[in-house]
């Protein structure tokens, strides 16, 4: 027989594969974690390849020629995708978020969409679908998209002045192409479109408020702006506090040009906080990932592009779920494994990183964002 060859770069990350247990258990979409969060959101990585280069994500001198991306054949097909998140659905799971790296730059990406949007809850819910992109490519993606399935698209936007935004993806890409896919998305019934922007402070702070101006008079309230405190995931950025501007005070910035008024949430575990322009034309959101820790509602899980499970953006180990599909494992096994991994999770980096100066899970090299989406 011939030996198997495993990529350096599929070690990048090992992971233990989970055990089955004995005795099948049937999911009953009540799973519960350690802290009482229930299972509804996973985030899905298609592929860990960028065509940016974002210095808090893929910084250039980290990311150049000449690393080792995981091969073809290490990547979890879309069969397997979909049929890891039917199991997921199967425990909860409501909520469906391709990401990447890039998502749209994995090839036929449209058929996975299709395949996931047959999904359905077993109350006969129909998921919502949705993609994170950086924009580059959406204005040629997004018909198909939508008709494939996709319910809505959230779209990475770092600043409106060119030359801001091309040295923030660091390959020099033009912000009018991303604006275009973002109206392209629109014109395609992929909104609300979330638009996010990751505010590093002595970077792209004076983008505030001009974003914030030219998305509350464009799209037609379809397109909501959210700003994004630049969090430390990974080891690859050189995160610092220093480069933290908080929440605060870019609601501050805004509020001294518009008057806000809070809004509830929309669904559990949100994220952002919620604002709505007094005048009613648009909403704005924030999210304070690292000021104000949301862990307590935190119900997302995350398959990295390999088929790894990680239950934190912020985790340095995950679970082998690849090895369980390609074993040969059943449907009934392998949601058998899941359910014990979700109701052991006890993750909350961003409160213990609050509470202390040093908390236990910064002594461990994090995953990359690239690599399980944020």
């Known amino acids: 027989m011939g030996e198997t060859v495993i990529s350096l770069a599929d070690l990048r990350y090992l992971a233990p594969v989970p055990p089955i247990p004995a005795q099948p258990v049937a999911a009953s979409g009540l799973l519960s974690d350690q802290l009482g969060r229930p299972l509804r959101d996973l985030r899905i990585s298609v ?11 893929m910084p250039k001198e980290v990311f150049d020629r000449d690393y080792v991306f995981l091969p073809q054949s290490s990547l979890l097909s879309f069969k397997e995708i979909t049929r890891l998140a039917r199991i997921f659905v199967a425990h909860g799971v409501q909520k469906i978020r391709l990401t990447g790296g890039e998502p749209l730059l994995r090839k ?40 494939a399935g996709l319910r809505r698209v959230t779209v990475s936007l770092d600043g409106l002045d060119d030359a801001v935004f091309r040295r923030m993806n660091d390959v020099d890409f033009p912000v009018a192409d991303v604006l275009a ?16 922007m990751v505010v590093k402070r002595g970077t792209n702070e004076q983008e505030i408020v001009p974003m914030a101006r030219y998305f509350r008079s464009h799209f037609g309230g379809q397109a909501v702006l959210r700003f994004i405190e630049y969090m430390d995931v990974g080891a690859s950025n050189g995160w610092r506090m220093d480069e933290v501007l908080p929440s605060a005070q870019v ?16 669904v559990e575990g949100e994220t952002a906080q919620r604002w709505a322009y007094a005048d009613g034309v648009a909403e704005v959101g924030v999210i304070s990932s690292v000021t104000q820790a949301f862990c307590q509602d935190c119900n997302r899980a995350r398959l990295s592009t390999e088929g790894k499970l990680f239950m934190c953006l912020f985790a340095s180990r995950g679970h082998d779920l690849r090895a369980l599909l390609r074993q040969g494992h ?45």
């Open 47 to 57: 592929t860990d390849r960028c065509n940016f280069r974002c210095s808090y994500c």
């Open 108 to 147: 036929g990406l449209e058929s996975l969409v299709a395949m996931l949007a047959e999904l359905r809850t077993p109350d006969g819910a129909a998921l919502d679908l949705t993609l994170t992109t950086n924009g580059s490519v959406l204005a040629r993606k997004a018909k198909a998209l939508q008709a």
């Open 181 to 196: 896919g973002i109206a392209a998305a629109c014109d395609a019934g992929l909104g609300p479109i979330k638009v996010n």
């Open 251 to 266: 609601l501050a910035l805004l509020r001294a040009h518009w008057p806000l008024r809070a809004l509830e949430p929309t």
């Open 330 to 374: 059943s449907d009934a096994e392998i949601s058998s494994a899941l359910g014990p991994l979700w109701a052991a999770r006890d993750d909350r980096y961003s409160e213990l990183r609050a509470s202390a100066p040093a908390p236990a899970a910064t002594a461990q090299r994090r995953v990359e964002m690239h690599y399980i989406g944020g």
